[in-house]
C-alpha cells in the first residue's frame, strides 16, 4: 500500500538542520506513527511521504513555509512576570496562552526582574530542514482513527484514555527549543499577534492554578502536571 490520505504510516527518521545538526531522531525511540491528511506532520514532509510504500527511503529538504514558517518579530514581547503567579521560570519553558484566535503555545525567551520575554514562534520557525525518513509501514487508518484525526496506539484512542500525548508528540527537550517534535504541525500560518494569557505551562513538580484578569477579561490558568513530561491540555 503507499502512503495516500486516511493512511497510516509508521516511519523513522532523522532531522538535521542547513548545518547538519541533528534536531531530532526516532533513534533508540518508537517508530512514529502518522495518520495522513489531518495535519499530523508539517506540510512538507507529509507531501514527500505521499506515493512511497514500506521498505522507501526518503530524503527531503523542507523550507520554512512548508514546516514551522518564518519567523515573526511581531510575535516577541514582553510581558510582567506576574502573569505566571508563583511559578518558577527557565528558559525554554513552554505555555499556551489564549489569544483571539484561541490557544497559541509560546516559549520563554529571557527572564530579567519582572520581565519575561515571550516567543510565540514555533523554536523551528525560519529554519530549512533536512529529512532523512525511512517509511517502515503502511496501512489504511480505521473509521475511528479518521473520525478523531489522529493514531490509536494498540486500536486505543489516547485522548480518551488520558494519555493524549502518547500517539501523537514526541517531547524533545534539550534546554533550547523547548517542547516540540520536528516533524509534528505546531505552527499555525496565519499568527495572532496578541498573546493575552499565558494559561498552561508544561513543566512542573506540583499542582498550581493562578486566576488572572485582564484587559480583555480572559482568565490565567497555569497548569503543571506531575505525570514527569511536559504536556499541554
Request: aromatic residues 2%; proline residues 2%.
Amino acid at each position: 500500500m503507499k502512503v495516500q490520505k486516511d493512511s497510516v504510516v509508521t516511519i523513522d527518521y532523522i532531522v538535521t538542520d542547513e548545518d547538519n545538526k541533528v534536531l531530532d531522531t526516532t533513534n533508540d525511540q518508537d517508530s512514529l506513527q502518522v495518520l495522513i491528511g489531518h495535519g499530523a506532520i508539517i506540510v512538507g514532509l507529509e507531501e514527500a511521504l505521499i506515493g512511497h510504500e514500506a521498505g522507501d527511503r526518503v530524503d527531503v529538504t523542507v523550507v520554512p513555509e512548508k514546516a514551522y514558517g518564518v519567523r515573526d518579530p511581531a510575535l516577541v514581547q514582553t510581558v510582567d512576570k506576574s502573569m505566571f503567579g508563583d511559578m518558577e521560570l527557565h528558559i525554554g519553558d513552554s505555555f499556551l496562552a489564549d489569544t483571539d484566535a484561541g490557544q497559541k503555545p509560546i516559549f520563554i525567551k529571557s527572564v530579567s526582574g519582572d520581565d519575561v520575554v515571550v516567543d510565540g514562534n514555533h523554536p523551528l520557525a525560519g529554519l530549512t530542514l533536512q529529512f532523512h525518513v525511512d517509511v517502515i509501514e503502511v496501512r489504511e487508518a480505521t473509521e475511528s482513527e479518521i473520525s478523531h484525526g489522529h493514531v490509536h496506539v494498540d486500536g486505543h484512542c489516547c485522548e480518551h484514555d488520558g494519555h493524549e500525548h502518547c500517539c501523537c508528540h514526541h517531547h524533545d527537550d534539550d534546554g533550547e527549543t523547548g517542547e516540540h517534535h520536528c516533524c509534528h504541525h505546531h505552527h499555525d500560518s496565519e499568527h495572532d499577534h496578541e498573546h493575552d494569557e499565558c494559561c498552561h505551562h508544561h513543566e512542573h513538580e506540583h499542582e498550581h492554578e493562578h486566576e488572572h484578569e485582564h484587559e480583555h477579561e480572559h482568565e490565567c490558568r497555569c497548569h503543571h502536571h506531575d505525570d514527569g513530561e511536559k504536556s499541554a491540555q
